[in-house]
């Protein structure tokens, strides 16, 4: 049975026999649409042994189906001028193509091709899996990286949320084409698929398109379905700081806290306390770290979430012989903003930048299709622009005051350092 709701004005959702939901966000202004396929997997449902193998699929699924070999995959979308690609996170792996509106019977055409009929053959795994080894050995030497890594692993322990997505050499290693069939047929299933659409796009149209792709494809749910990993998402114990010795110029500094999940409404609070407190030039630390004390080059805080749970972090690159300075300066600012949040003014130029920024990055019709969508698996609804500007308007000083005390109590912060330090220096005295 089809079913049908209108989400706001602009937006309209619409479920499939199957459980396929489509959901689109119509701008007729514009003369592109992006098209996006969420799939309800990442990192986090993976076994152990097997880490990466969301980012393993999707590689595979771009190498053909019975239909396309990959290089008419890849001439598919040159030929409309449009582009694709792909990424798996931590909780979603998501595939999305952008083209002339024109063009939208391309794109369904070849995303629910890529999606439902998969060749995966032995041959395509052994391929790529000497690509994603490339692109490991490529993140071992991006510093931001690296101790991006580090962090996670400090703040979730060994809990699924601290796993890299593209997983670890050994684990790449140890994924077989098996394995990577048993994960799609366990994963990818109608009901756990959305399907999202922004731009000059019909709702109706796409609807009637999918459906008979998903059809044509003969694409159903498989029997299963469950998770494959019952491994926590968080584990607390770990030491508090880890440092990791390379032979980079510079030391690269990560502080931070677990903060709130997608379904938290103080959400809004922490990502306004990250864009005032370090998101800008005029940033608190920007001035006192890099402006008033010359201590790192790069210097900045932000805030994201995951469905759970989140993350709060202070990220800065500086001199080895600096970083004791440097971190006595982020402790100082910590302390301040947990004894007394923001003033007024940094409150007020916060809310207006993330504001800002966000309705500038909605001009694409990318992020419009990313926004409903992520926010409909998360959290239920699909915020439109204004639900999200209504949210930031709403934050007060007192949520400010009330989330910067609980996210930066004693003992909350972790630490993270990578470069040409010592990995005995005790760095944990500093950590406010």
């Excluded at 990192?43 to 097997?50: G, R």
């Excluded at 490991?136 to 692993?153: K, S």
């Excluded at 299709?369 to 698996?377: E, K, V």
Aim: with cysteine; net charge negative.
């Amino acid at each position: 049975m089809v079913q049908e709701s209108a989400l706001s004005a602009t937006i309209r959702e619409t479920t499939l026999p199957g459980g396929l939901r489509v959901i689109t966000e119509t701008v007729p202004s514009m003369s592109s649409v992006a098209l996006g396929a969420f799939v309800d997997v990442g990192a986090c449902a993976e076994p152990a042994a097997l880490g990466g193998l969301s980012h393993f699929l999707e590689h595979l699924l771009f190498k053909g189906t019975p239909r396309r070999d990959a290089l008419q995959v890849a001439r598919a979308i040159d030929a409309v001028g449009g582009d694709s690609n792909a990424q798996a996170g931590k909780e979603l792996t998501f595939f999305h193509v952008r083209v002339r509106d024109t063009e939208l019977p391309v794109a369904v055409d070849l995303l629910l091709d890529l999606l439902t009929s998969p060749r995966l053959d032995a041959g395509d795994v052994e391929a790529e899996r000497r690509v994603i080894l490339g692109e490991l050995a490529m993140q071992e030497d991006d510093p931001g990286t690296v101790v991006r890594t580090l962090l996670g692993r400090a703040l979730f322990g060994d809990g699924t949320l601290a796993r890299p997505a593209v997983g670890t050499r050994e684990s790449v290693l140890a994924i077989g084409a098996d394995d990577v069939r048993e994960f799609y047929h366990r994963h990818y299933r109608p009901d756990r698929v959305l399907i999202a659409a922004a731009g000059n796009v019909g709702h109706d149209e796409l609807v009637d398109r999918v459906a008979t792709a998903v059809a044509d494809a003969g694409w159903q749910a498989t029997t299963g379905g469950a998770d494959t990993t019952t491994d926590a998402r968080m584990q607390d114990g770990g030491p508090r700081v880890r440092v990791l010795h390379r032979p980079w110029e510079q030391a690269h500094v990560t502080l931070g806290v677990r903060g709130m999940g997608h379904t938290d409404p103080r959400r809004y609070a922490m990502t306004v306390l990250g864009t005032a407190f370090g998101g800008g030039l005029s940033s608190r630390l920007f001035q006192e770290v890099r402006e008033r004390r010359g201590l790192a080059y790069a210097i900045g805080s932000y805030a994201s979430s995951y469905r759970d749970t989140g993350t709060f972090v202070l990220f800065a690159g500086c001199a080895p012989a600096k970083v004791d300075d440097l971190l006595a300066c982020l402790g100082e600012q910590v302390v301040d903003l947990r004894a007394r949040g923001l003033t007024d003014d940094e409150l007020d130029r916060g809310k207006r930048q993330l504001a800002g920024k966000f309705v500038l990055g909605q001009e694409d019709t990318f992020s419009r299709m990313t926004r409903i969508a992520s926010s409909r698996l998360f959290t239920g609804v699909a915020e439109s622009v204004s639900d999200v500007l209504d949210g930031i308007a709403a934050v007060r000083a007192e949520d400010i005051d009330a989330v910067a005390a609980e996210l930066w109590n004693v003992g909350r912060s972790r630490l993270a350092v990578a470069g040409p330090v010592d990995p005995d220096h005790d760095f944990a005295a500093v950590l406010p």
